[in-house]
């Protein structure tokens, strides 16, 4: 594992995401076990691709609390393998109907819809199969990390999200109801990935706990509102996924409630209230700090 602490941001990223490679590829079933084909479908849809950027969340959360980097590796795989799961089945035609993922065909696509569906729930029960791994920090720690996983996963976090969402498809929300969905949808995993990390390490403050919390949850807002830009500005080519998806499916986002000025103002705002949230911690938020920014200002 080498993950070098006071390299620029490019550099600490792609160590990030070439250890999250490996670190996944280790724990996913080998394509030769059998069932081979469920196996070779679950690494389809976990390995190759992806920003990571939950992950990252949680390795740089890992900074603030001194956190081990073999602990760091296996909380980061499960929040991936739950979040590759919610794509998935997100793709398939009972919900977005989606033929592309990460520039490649959908998982139901290059495989079939029973496969992806049996995907998606062996890569989440994977994900808390990891996170129990005996010894990985001491029980209460430990179940406290699963049930922080569990709710954010749940019908109270990103499933409830999903299912605000499709009940949506050709209302208008206000920004209150918008935000709801957001936050569960999306937000919930990505304040996982953040707590998570932080959870590996050394026990924070009460206060820190409170500040780092208001950052994962602007940072959760700031990701689905560049999303919401990108989505209506950037290419089905450079996102790898189609372009455009929510206008044509006539779905609610922050570029058709603020107009695309007044999401990239919002964002800008998420931006600057994260930040501030990390301000009490000093250097050792610098890796979460560059993220906000990275989430900020990604191209796709
Ligand atoms: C099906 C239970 C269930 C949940 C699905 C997260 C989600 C809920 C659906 C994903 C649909 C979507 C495109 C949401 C917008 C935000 C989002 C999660 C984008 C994809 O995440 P990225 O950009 O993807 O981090 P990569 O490919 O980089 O990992």
């Not at 795989?77 to 998935?88: D, F, P």
Request: proline share 6%.
């Amino acid at each position: 594992m080498n993950i070098c602490p006071d390299c620029d941001f490019q550099t600490w990223m792609g160590q990030v995401q070439a250890e999250m490679e490996t670190a996944l590829a280790e724990r996913l079933p080998s394509p030769d076990a059998i069932p081979q084909r469920l196996h070779q479908a679950m690494r389809y849809a976990a390995l190759g691709g992806g920003k990571r950027v939950r992950p990252l969340l949680t390795w740089a959360a890992g900074q603030l609390s001194n956190a081990p980097p073999a602990r760091l590796a296996a909380a980061a795989c499960a929040v991936e393998l739950i979040h590759a799961y919610s794509l998935v089945h997100d793709d398939l035609p009972c919900m977005d109907d989606d033929v592309l993922r990460r520039g490649r065909p959908t998982c139901h696509v290059e495989y079939d819809e029973a496969t992806a569906l049996l995907v998606g729930d062996a890569l989440q029960t994977r994900a808390f199969e990891i996170l129990a791994q005996p010894g990985l920090t001491d029980p209460a720690r430990q179940v406290e990390m699963l049930a922080l996983l569990a709710h954010a996963s749940g019908s109270l976090g990103m499933c409830g999200g999903q299912a605000i969402d499709l009940a949506a498809v050709g209302k208008a929300l206000n920004q209150p109801e918008l935000e709801l969905m957001h936050a569960l949808k999306t937000g919930a995993l990505i304040r996982a990935a953040v707590l998570l990390g932080a959870l590996c390490g050394d026990p924070l403050q009460p206060e820190e706990r409170e500040q780092l919390d208001r950052f994962a949850k602007r940072a959760g807002l700031l990701f689905q509102v560049v999303d919401d830009i990108l989505d209506c500005t950037a290419s089905t080519a450079t996102l790898g996924k189609t372009a455009g998806k929510d206008e044509a499916a006539d779905k609610p986002t922050y570029v058709s409630l603020l107009e695309l000025e007044g999401a990239r103002r919002y964002a800008a705002e998420l931006r600057h209230e994260a930040l501030e949230a990390l301000a009490p911690f000093g250097p050792r938020a610098r890796r979460l700090t560059e993220l906000a920014d990275f989430i900020c200002h990604r191209q796709f």
